[in-house]
């Protein structure tokens, strides 16, 4: 399919804020910009508000103040339809009494294009996704796999210039799931189409994005590269956030940069303004075998988890949860063992705010 | 419950019995109206077929009867079909456009609305009898099928399955198909109607039959015969049955009323085959 790159542009959020019935704001005074043939991955919890602002930029929901723009022009209260942005559904809302031809062709028939062009086109789309052995089947006889091809059919198939998924794969099981998910990043590079994805699924996030958006309650926690998100997370939510399984969290006292954890003593190589800090570290960055500049922790374990190239340790320490990701054999009736952490693999937030203290 | 052999007899003799219920009085006046009038004075209602079908059935169907001696009942069932038509048609029409304004176009009064279209349930047709009649007759609209089918056509039943339904379609249909640049209007006809196929024939059928035995309101509208409907003829045959001095013919009032019987019936085996299509699609 012929894609005219000089049609696609950018998409621009300033200080968009939302609320329902004046109750608190859902998005508070948001503001991103999505560069061109862009995938953005909006992650966050249930509740962050990350659907509203989906739904805010595809126009089936009014914003209260602020301005939403793409390619330079406000679109504020253009009608979702000349939009021209294309949106797929979590349960993609096919149209059930339709075959999949009439699903693809449907938006196409409104907008009054010509037989012969809808023809060509529903020709170039079932065969770029594969489904055209489908056309004269109805929603009801295809498979979720299926069901989510002609969902994105019935998207592409209108060449819009922007591309926004719900949660597209969360009703897919789990193999289909990452299949589907590849797809889509492969499709992405063919048609390069701006595209703005919502997930709560941090994998889903971290393979498909090219640049990720942690939402939390309304607020942007942090834009960036899915390595930036997660070897540089910004603040706590962040870090607890992304990363499976969960950063470990601990709290601390620091007297003079020197923090206590469980009971040792260690000297942080940053400088610490408050007297209590997060402290996080990741699962796998804790070591079982001595290594230099770290302090050595005794863990009672709870449960190992074998997952076949790696194990997770589930353990505590004075009560505290406490994983541990490691590629060494694990003896499962182990009681307790010796961990090594590094201060070089800590990630400091303030107690205060809950940000990063950056390594100086 | 266990399918034991003896559980099953019950239940179909259960159902046989009921069946015989219903289905007996029926076949007694189908089979009597094929006799001839002094058979059934003489001997009563009969329960075999006669030799007086064919007579009885072509003068009742063509050649003027009534008071006036100035309508068939074959025009009659036409009147009653073009009324029950009219009338179930315009019942599915107009609720399902009140139930698509109240689920979709979310206005101020929308629930309030609803209710009181609701509260209409409480009120027949009865009630309302001589307000109606006096805005036909001042719109000149009695003696006309116009007048006969629109002040009944306003369903509050109609419109409250409707709403239900419509409420049951989930909200992503609606923005999925305003991405696609549906207008309201596209997404009623194209989405919402062809979805709620099933409900609508239902309805359809339920309506039609009520308002092929619609009396009250026919016997008030019309006075000219054209008008009629077969149901006034049934009451019209028995009547004169009683009042004239000529031998009552039974064999003819007998045979309007089997007449009266044929076109609901049809109607509900037709549309029984939509309905079960329906199940199986599971378009829902």
Redesign the interface.
Known sequence: MEINRKKMSYLNIKNVIKNYNNEDNIIKNLSLKVEKGEFLVIVGPSGCGKSTLLRMIAGLEDINSGEIEINGKIINNVPPADRNIAMVFQNYALYPHMNVEKNLSYGLKNRKIPKAEIATRVKDISKLLQIEDLLKRKPSELSGGQRQRVAMGRAIIREPKIFLFDEPLSNLDAKLRTQMRIEIRKLHDKLKITSVYVTHDQIEAMTLADRIVVLNSGIIEQVGTPDEIYHEPQSLFVSKFMGTPPMNIFKSKVYDNVANLFGKEMKLDRNINDNEVYIGIRPEDIYLEPIENSIKIEINIDMVEKLGSESLIYANIDNHNFIVKTNEKINKSLKSLYVYIKNEKMYLFSAKDEKLIKKQ | MKNTFSSKLFSHIVLILASLMFLLPVWVIVASSTHSPETIVNNGLQFFTGHNFINTYKSILFENSGYTKNVTAFRMILNSFIMAMGFAVGKVIISSMAAYAIVYFRFKLATFLFWLIFLTLLLPIQVRIVPSFEVLADLHLLNSYTGLIIPLIASATGTFFFRQYFKSV?E??L????????NSW?FFI??LM??S?TMSAALFIVMFIVGWNQYLWPIMMTTDPQYSTILLGIKEIYQSNFEGTYLPEFNRAFAMTTLALIIPVLMVLFFQRLFVKGLV????
Do not use: N, Q, T, V
């Not at chain 2, 699609?281 to 829902?284: A, E, I, L, T, V």
């Open positions: 989930p992503e249909l923005e999925a198909a305003k991405m696609d640049g549906a596209h194209d989405i062809p979805l196929k699609d599971g378009d829902k």
